[in-house]
């Protein structure tokens, strides 16, 4: 599915230039969960934005070939990039709500995607949300952390994507959502040749959803092994 060389992620700000990410190789085959583990400031958020050029290039020069069933994703035009971010590869960062426009009321991005309402009635229905008349009224800075996190993965679901990345999911809620969040990603990347892409420092999380997990430490990232080696102690302390 996806192929990654990260040679070089520089980060400048003159006078100073410093180097983020280098050396980094992984794939991604449809079918699993793929957890990358690692501190506060290893650079987890910086790598998954270079995988479809997120990064600001005003600040962050990149040196990468990211294949996306064997097309190099960075090479294409703006057009063909914010279509592959739109149907097949979708996002749900850690600060979600920051990834709305706080002047659309959350209506805006739902029927964007959607005629047919029964599949999202399901899915808020699952996640604990308010009904759709409600929440469709509402705008992105009147509801919680926790509950923009849930709207932008159910969003992310209803695209139906190849891939979805993940960014501290779990962060902003408690542990029984932490639970529906492990159940729906266990569920999307059986309904087919789909796949999913965490960064987290949650250990246990990593531990009870993925197929695969990484390190990231020092600016590299390990291979992916099966979540059964993990070791809490090969993350934290290295």
Not at 55 to 72: I, M, Q, S, W
């Amino acid at each position: 599915m996806l192929i990654a060389d990260i040679r070089k992620v520089t980060l400048n700000t003159p006078p100073c230039s410093r180097v983020l990410l280098s050396g980094i190789n992984f794939r991604l085959d449809p079918g699993f969960i793929y957890t990358i583990l690692g501190k506060n400031g290893s650079g987890k958020s910086t790598l998954i934005k270079t995988l479809t050029g997120l990064n600001d290039n005003r600040f962050y020069e990149t040196d990468a070939l990211v294949l996306f069933y064997g097309e190099d994703i960075l090479s294409l035009s703006e057009e063909k990039l914010n279509l592959i971010r739109r149907k097949k590869i979708k996002y749900v960062f850690q600060d979600a709500a920051g990834s709305f426009d706080p002047l659309k009321k959350l209506e805006y991005y739902f029927k964007l995607l959607l005629e047919d309402h029964t599949k999202l009635d399901d899915q808020l229905d699952f996640f604990l949300l308010p009904p759709k008349d409600e929440l469709f009224k509402l705008y992105p800075y009147e509801i919680s952390g926790g509950m923009a996190q849930r709207v932008a993965f159910i969003l992310a679901l209803l695209s139906d994507p190849d891939l979805i990345i993940m960014d501290e999911p779990t962060s902003g809620v408690d542990v029984g959502t932490a639970n529906l969040f492990i159940h729906k990603l266990k569920e999307f990347v059986e309904s087919g040749n789909k796949s999913i892409l965490l960064v987290t420092q949650d250990v246990l999380l990593a531990k009870n959803v993925s197929s695969f997990t990484a390190v990231l430490r020092d600016k590299r990232l390990t291979d992916f092994l099966p979540a059964d080696n993990l070791s809490t102690n090969e993350v934290f302390t290295g």
